[in-house]
């Protein structure tokens, strides 16, 4: 069992920067693949980055690219999210996920393939 806990999360003004961790306990974080998915109010929790293994695959969806990045650290069993240039369209709850995968590679962008979640951690972002 995985137990996975965000942080960093807060309030920032438009073009600001913040920078999300997940630490995650109680497995092999390097048998995982992870990912960052958000939730704005009234709408389905959707698909952000998602990072492979090693670390090696990285994949975000397009209207983060350029502005974030995914980032992970094995020996501290950490994934990062540095979001810079924020915008109000941003907003809403950040979760890191956490799926197992056999190929060192694997990446995984729909939220029904992740098995483990965080508890969230907000973004406010005002303009």
């Known amino acids: 069992q995985v137990q996975l806990v965000e942080s960093g999360g807060g309030l920032v003004q438009a073009g600001g920067s913040l920078r999300l961790s997940c630490a995650a306990s109680?497995?092999?974080?390097?048998?995982?693949?992870m990912g960052w998915f958000r939730q704005a109010p009234g709408k389905e929790r959707e698909f952000v980055a998602a990072?492979?293994?090693?670390?090696?695959?990285?994949y975000y969806t397009d209207s983060v690219e350029g502005r974030f990045t995914i980032s992970r650290d094995n020996a501290k069993n950490t994934v990062y999210l540095q979001m810079n240039s924020l915008k109000p369209a941003d907003t809403g709850v950040y979760y890191c996920?956490?799926?197992?995968?056999?190929?060192?590679?694997?990446?995984?962008?729909?939220?029904?393939?992740?098995?483990?979640w965080g508890q969230g951690a907000q973004v406010t972002v005002s303009s």
């Open positions: 109680g497995g092999t974080f390097g048998r995982y693949a």
């Open positions: 990072i492979s293994r090693s670390g090696s695959i990285i």
């Open positions: 996920g956490a799926v197992r995968t056999v190929f060192q590679g694997a990446i995984r962008k729909d939220r029904r393939d992740y098995n483990y």
